[in-house]
């Protein structure tokens, strides 16, 4: 006799003759198996339905009612757990055991059985119960700590879009730039990146980055930002430096992506591809392309917009201003394949600025947006 030392695993013993089935079954008790019986298919789909914990069902084939083969078909349509089928088979019943392959089933013992078949058969079918209900918990605990994490990702993400709109929200009450300066710029940006192929997570951090594009503003005295005439060059030389400003206020969160690239954003979006540009003068790739995007977005947006020094442009001008220079304005200040996604694409741009017209938003509804 083969000891087996599983104590918990529970068979369903299905056979139409009451001698058989009682004996298989005493005899698997007392091996320490569980047992339930069935009289046929029929029954058998019921005990199943009502013992979740049974995973192994040891039948006969040739039953009345239901035999064993619809019943397999049957169960393995309306059971999504794991069970092992154990299959006796008497002489005419080889074309059945075909048909019972392909339902998946992995056991076959020719009458008359064995006892040291059935334990062999039932030490098999139990293994591989184990293995496939530790996968599916596995399976399902990583599911589980997947979930968790996209919820946590989740919540940073908002969290970092809630912290990032307060802080534009402050620039508001310097009157530094308008608010729907700052929004139509993040979302001149976001159109950018969208055209370029970022993914929407990235394009979504983006936009927000650009929101912050002046926030070193907020460092820039009143009396330049009010200003109604030009800048002398010395008071321009002070507003150059809300770029420093806007990345001295950003670099203690730069570990957070949205506040990474606000901070590229903000220290080089007046850089100029052709090297003309501040703080630092650099061209070119150096110039990280999240400020070259941005720098296209900001110069459209100002030229479309009405400041206290100066009026507004329609939309055919500021493409032209940016195409072929005014003088302040020239085109070799622009990435030229950005500039050329930007041209291609320009009506795109034009309907974002006439959709957010200046004083159209208060600062309850922006964070509200959020
Ligand atoms: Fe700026
Ligand atoms: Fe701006």
């Known amino acids: 006799m083969i000891n087996d030392p599983r104590t918990t695993q529970t068979v369903l013993v299905v056979d139409d003759e009451l001698d058989i089935r009682d004996m298989v079954a005493d005899y698997l008790e007392r091996q320490s198996y569980r047992c339930l019986k069935a009289a046929n298919g029929e029954e058998a789909l019921l005990v199943l339905r009502e013992n979740e914990d049974c995973h192994i069902v040891l039948t006969d084939l040739s039953m009345p009612v239901m035999d064993g083969l619809e019943m397999i078909e049957k169960v393995r349509d309306e059971q999504a757990r794991e069970l092992q089928f154990i299959v006796m088979t008497g002489n005419g019943d080889k074309d059945k055991a075909v048909r019972a392959l392909r339902l998946g089933v992995a056991e076959f013992l020719d009458k008359p059985v064995s006892w040291r078949s059935i334990l062999e058969a039932l030490k098999r079918a139990g293994a591989n119960v184990?293995?496939?209900?530790?996968?599916?918990?596995s399976l399902r605990q990583t599911s589980d700590l997947r979930d968790r994490l996209n919820a946590a990702e989740q919540q940073l993400f908002h969290s970092h879009r809630l912290a990032a709109r307060q802080l534009a929200n402050i620039a508001r009450y310097k009157d530094a730039e308008t608010l729907e300066h700052c929004e139509r710029v993040g979302r001149y940006v976001r159109a950018m990146a969208d055209l370029v192929g970022y993914s929407s997570r990235d394009a979504a951090d983006i936009e927000l980055a650009a929101i912050l594009h002046d926030i070193g503003k907020v460092g820039i005295p009143d009396v330049l930002l009010m200003k109604l005439g030009p800048l002398s060059m010395d008071e321009f030389e002070v507003m150059t430096r809300h770029t420093l400003l806007g990345a001295e206020i950003l670099k203690e969160q730069r570990d957070n992506p949205v506040f990474e690239i606000a901070y590229d954003i903000a220290l080089y979006h007046h850089e100029c591809w052709d090297g003309s540009g501040y703080p630092y003068g650099i061209?070119?790739?150096?110039?990280?392309v999240a400020a070259?995007?941005?720098?296209?977005?900001?110069?459209?947006?100002?030229?479309?917009?009405?400041?206290r020094y100066k009026s507004a442009v329609d939309h055919d001008e500021a493409l032209r201003i940016m195409t072929r220079g005014d003088g302040r304005t020239a085109p070799d200040h622009f990435d030229p394949n950005m500039l050329t996604i930007f041209l291609n694409n320009n009506e795109r741009f034009a309907r974002i600025f006439d959709a957010l017209p200046d004083n159209s938003i208060t600062a309850t509804g922006v964070l509200e947006s959020a």
């Not at 184990?130 to 918990?137: I, P, V």
């Not at 070259?292 to 400041?307: F, G, M, N, Q, T």
């Open 130 to 137: 184990d293995r496939s209900l530790s996968q599916s918990e």
């Open 283 to 288: 061209a070119g790739e150096d110039i990280p």
């Open 292 to 307: 070259r995007i941005c720098a296209i977005a900001d110069v459209y947006d100002a030229l479309r917009s009405e400041r």
